[in-house]
């Protein structure tokens, strides 16, 4: 069988995003339940900021700049940098906020012999390296080109060759899935095929990728 690949954004995708994670912030930073409000993508009508970020008129670090800056005066910290609010949040157990289908899903891309890649444009920026080592499953991804070192951001088509070299592989036979649909169009740009990811629903997300890939989903 000919050589294929999943690449997978991180945020969104392979962790449950922070505004599903609420109620886990608060209590970890010792907020009062619904201190946090913001919904983005859940309710993108009582979201301006979100709003703005989907017009491209800020970028997705100027969106969670702001949000860390609001939620360190809500806690009364000093924090300048997303990582330090994702660590205080979510760095305790954060096996607790990565999505179940996801590692359904690379356990049959490699049962089947694919490979994995993993192209973020802020692993590391936004999370941390202590939350990166706590993650087990990243030990079986063959590449991950994080924006926080390369500099080479989505959807910067250098950013998506840079992982199609590293995995030695055409674009045709990899399928690349991102919850952000400039990135999805930058994809497409350099011939990947594409999911644009669900958050509402990531198992419908995933299975489109298994499908993409020729993977069949059987019984979980």
Not at 12 to 36: M, Q, W, Y
Not at 67 to 92: C, D, I, K, P, Y
Request: with cysteine.
């Amino acid at each position: 069988m000919a050589e294929r690949a999943l690449i997978l954004d991180f945020g969104g995708v392979i962790s449950r995003t922070l505004f599903e994670t609420h109620d886990l912030s608060e209590k970890a930073l010792g907020l009062a339940p619904g201190a946090l409000a913001w919904r983005g993508p859940f309710d993108p009508a009582s979201d301006p900021l979100w709003r703005a970020m989907q017009a491209d008129e800020i970028s997705e670090r100027d969106y969670w700049r702001q949000r860390t800056h609001e939620v360190a005066q809500l806690t009364g910290r000093n924090w300048t940098e997303m990582s330090e609010f994702v660590r205080a949040a979510r760095g305790a157990s954060p096996a607790d906020v990565i999505r179940p289908e996801f590692l359904d899903t690379i356990n049959r891309v490699r049962a089947q012999g694919g490979r994995l890649a993993i192209l973020s444009n802020e692993l590391d920026l936004f999370y941390g390296a202590q939350f990166r080592e706590k993650l087990p499953f990243l030990a079986h991804f063959d590449v991950i080109h994080d924006a926080t070192y390369t500099k080479t951001l989505k959807p910067d088509p250098r950013a998506y060759s840079a992982v199609l070299d590293a995995l030695a592989l055409p674009a045709s036979a990899c399928v690349f899935v991102d919850d952000q649909l400039r990135n999805i169009r930058g994809a497409q740009a350099v011939g990947l095929k594409t999911v644009h990811f669900n958050v509402k629903r990531p198992d419908e997300s995933y299975g489109q990728a298994l499908a993409l890939l020729g993977i069949e989903r059987g019984p979980k």
